[in-house]
């Protein structure tokens, strides 16, 4: 049994508030794969004074495992749903296995099972222990058995938590109409792909990015000024100083489903309520859930060199590089960029991530190598000569960039002095 004290969890409170769970026209019966139990410990069938409920509950796991997994493998090409790149991505995020993904169904005794592990405000469920597709079980009479078993308050539609590897949960999920079982998808997905730091402030801006691309409040307006300056919390406190009406709808939803209270922390801090209005819409190193874009997060943020980190750009298709290209991204990424790297290094990195339209048909190697040399304390006047002999239109443009120019003239100045430095300045034309 995992231990989940220590770690942070996100619970999405979508069966009461979000309107987008139906009851689900089971078409038939799902085909029972017997060679998928793997709880050895838990017969498949039921046989205590209660084994038809049990029973039912098994099938009806076995029918939540195939909804999930299917809907996973027909996601994989779906890029056309209103979660645009997201819901593909997370699909395939999930299938590449970067977070473990768990079908949750109600015991037949949830309620009293969950009293009887001391949650009597929650229900119990089981799958837990259990990556899909693979179908498991549960100790059908021995209520305080915790194998498999998660406790689950009635609300929650799903969760991410956090760990190595991380852990999403969809609760129900043959109960749930498709298209909001992909958007809460999409949503614990985001939770893994944005890296957040697990402060109530990196948890409050997880929830508004993971709201805002599951479309939850899109009906509200996201443009500039559209916030209802009467607002009010269930609890009547006034919802003032938001930008927008769809910001405000998410803090909204957070802070009356009581299930992310410390919204109302952070609303009662001066500094933290201004930090939490001025994110008018959501930022993030990661908004489509791309497993990619993740492998090119983990180079830079591992220390990885700047090879390494192109090497995994290089895998970005088109839809990445435009994401990358956003204003939801864009200034995030370089931020990160410049936190490892500086000088043409930085440029070479911006322009494998699209960040530098200039960047194409440069000789980078070249560039870093005159830029070592003006670097070095023994910078050496004949070896830079050839070097930069050998530049072209296209890398000579790159220097006359206005974060290049002021950088390799200072280099420069520092090097050579008199004839030297005027000739050094001229040949890499930094000298106008
Ligand atoms: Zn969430």
Redesign the pocket.
């Known amino acids: 049994m995992a231990e989940h004290a220590a770690q942070s969890t ?3 409170n979508t069966r009461s508030n979000q309107g987008g769970v139906h009851a689900q026209d089971d078409k038939g019966q799902p085909a029972l794969d017997q060679s998928a139990e793997i709880n050895a410990s838990v017969t498949a069938t039921g046989s205590g004074p209660n084994a038809a409920a049990y029973n039912q509950a098994r099938e009806a796991h076995r029918r939540d495992v195939k909804r999930l997994d299917d809907t996973i493998a027909a996601g994989l090409n779906e890029h056309s749903t209103s979660y645009g790149e997201a819901w593909p991505n997370a699909a395939a995020w999930l299938r590449a296995g970067k977070t473990k993904l768990v079908a949750l169904t109600h015991t037949h005794d949830a309620a009293a099972r969950a009293k009887a592990l001391g949650k009597a405000d929650k229900l119990a469920m089981f799958g837990f222990d259990t990556a899909i597709p693979a179908d498991s079980g549960y100790a059908e009479t021995d209520l305080n058995d915790k194998t498999n078993i998660y406790c689950a308050k009635p609300t929650w539609g ?3 938590m956090g760990g190595s590897p991380s852990v999403i949960a969809i609760i129900q999920a043959s109960t749930y109409d498709l298209n909001g079982l992909k958007g809460l998808i999409v ?2 997905v ?2 893994d792909a944005d890296h957040h730091p697990g402060s109530q402030m990196g948890s409050y801006q ?2 508004f990015r ?2 805002w691309i599951q479309q939850a409040m899109a009906h509200h307006k996201a443009t500039s000024g559209s916030a209802d300056p009467n607002l009010t919390t269930q609890d009547g406190t006034k919802l003032t100083g938001f930008d927008n009406r769809r910001q405000q709808a998410i803090f909204k939803h957070l802070w009356d489903c009581g299930s ?1 209270d410390y919204v109302k922390d952070l609303w009662k801090d001066a500094a933290l309520r201004q930090q939490l209005l001025a994110q008018k819409t959501p930022t993030g190193t990661n908004m489509v859930n791309s497993p990619m874009i993740d492998d090119v997060f983990l180079a830079l943020n591992k220390g990885q060199s700047a090879d390494a980190v192109i090497a995994a750009a290089r895998k970005l298709t088109v839809e990445d590089l435009k994401a990358l290209g956003s204003s939801q991204m864009r200034g995030e990424w370089e931020a990160l960029i410049n936190k490892r790297f500086s000088g043409p290094t930085r440029m070479r990195v911006l322009g494998a991530l699209g960040m530098e339209p200039g960047a194409a048909g440069v000789q980078w190697g070249l560039i870093e190598q005159i830029y070592e040399q003006l670097q070095s304390s023994k910078a050496n006047e004949t070896k830079l000569n050839a070097l930069i002999g050998q530049l072209t239109q296209a890398d000579r443009a790159i220097l006359q960039r206005a974060e290049m120019k002021s950088e390799w003239k200072g280099l420069v100045e520092k090097r050579f002095e008199g004839a030297a430095r005027a000739q050094m300045l001229k040949a890499l034309g930094l000298d106008q």
């Open positions: 996100h619970a999405e799903g969760f991410r949503h614990e985001q939770h997880t929830e993971a709201y992310y």
